[in-house]
C-alpha cells in the first residue's frame, strides 16, 4: 500500500537520530521532573499529560495537563478539551486505561514501557509525510522503529525519542520542544498550585478532593496568582 511506504530512506534516518542520541534519554529526563514535582501524583499527571496531548506542542501539553489535573482533583467536569481527550480524561478517573493509537502508547511510554513507540506529529511527518497516520501507517512505523532500535541495539522507546527529536530538527526547528525544560521552567508554578491545593503538609492529590480558598476556579481555566501565567492557552501545531 502506497500511504505505508516510508518517504525516508534508513540511511538518513539512522544518521539523524545518531546525531540526536543525546535524546535516547528523553522520557526518563522529564519522568525525573515530574517525580519530583508532582511527589505521590507523578503517575496520575504523567496519564493526564499523555491523555491531553493529542494535537498539542509541548508547553500547550502541559497547559492543558494542568488545567485538567485542577479539575480531576476538584471532581469537575473536564472542560476546554476536545471530547476525545475528554473521554480519556474521564477513563483516568474511573481509574481505566486511556485509549488512541498515539495516546495509548505515549502513556505506556511515560509509564516506563521501554517497548513502548509513541506515533505522533512529528514521526509522522518524518516517516510518512502526514500529520494524521492511519492506523495501517501507525502499525508500519512502529515495526520500523522496533527494527531500527533492535539494529543499534537501543530500545524501541529510545528509538522512537531521538526519531522525535531528528524530526523537528530536520523540520527546521534549531530547539528541541522539551518536557523537562518546559516543566522545570513552570516548576514553582506547579509547586505553588499543589501547595494550594494540599496545604504545607504535602499528600496525594486524589479525584473529588476540595480545593482550598487559594486554587477555587483553577480547574476551570481561571488563572490566579499562584499559577502565574501557566494556565493561559497555547496553539496547538
Known amino acids: 500500500y502506497a500511504d505505508t511506504a516510508i518517504v525516508i530512506d534508513d540511511k538518513e534516518l539512522l544518521r539523524g537520530v ?3 542520541s543525546s535524546w535516547r534519554d528523553w522520557y526518563d529526563r522529564h519522568n525525573e521532573i515530574i517525580d519530583k514535582v508532582f511527589g505521590e501524583d507523578a503517575d496520575l499527571f504523567k496519564k493526564i499529560l499523555a491523555a491531553t496531548s ?3 506542542s509541548v508547553k500547550g501539553n502541559i497547559t492543558f495537563a494542568l488545567r485538567a489535573y485542577g479539575q480531576m482533583v476538584n471532581g469537575l467536569p473536564f472542560e476546554g478539551v476536545m471530547r476525545d481527550v475528554a473521554e ?8 481505566e486505561d486511556v485509549k488512541g493509537l498515539k495516546v495509548s502508547e505515549f502513556a505506556k511510554a511515560l509509564a516506563g514501557d521501554r517497548e513502548a513507540v509513541t506515533v505522533d506529529l512529528w514521526v ?10 492511519t492506523p495501517a501507517q501507525n502499525a ?8 531500527l532500535a533492535e539494529k543499534k541495539g537501543w530500545t524501541p522507546r529510545e528509538m522512537q525519542a531521538a526519531v ?7 523540520a527546521g526547528r534549531e530547539v528541541v520542544q522539551d518536557y523537562g525544560a518546559a516543566l522545570t521552567e513552570q516548576r514553582d508554578a506547579i ?8 496545604g504545607a503538609k504535602g499528600g496525594s ?3 473529588g478532593a476540595r480545593a482550598s480558598r487559594r486554587t477555587e476556579g483553577v480547574g476551570d481555566g481561571a488563572v490566579g496568582e499562584a499559577s502565574g501565567d501557566i494556565f493561559a492557552r497555547r496553539g496547538a501545531i
Open 191 to 198: 509547586v505553588a498550585i499543589r501547595a494550594a491545593f494540599l
Open 205 to 207: 492529590l486524589l479525584p
Open 124 to 133: 509522522a511527518r518524518l516517516l510518512f509525510n502526514t500529520d494524521q497516520p
Open 18 to 20: 545518531e546525531e540526536m
Open 54 to 56: 493529542q494535537h498539542a
Open 88 to 95: 480519556n480524561l474521564k477513563r483516568i478517573r474511573e481509574g
Open 164 to 170: 522525535w527529536a531528528f524530526a523537528q530538527v530536520r
Open 140 to 147: 508500519v512505523a512502529k515495526a520500523h522503529i522496533k527494527y
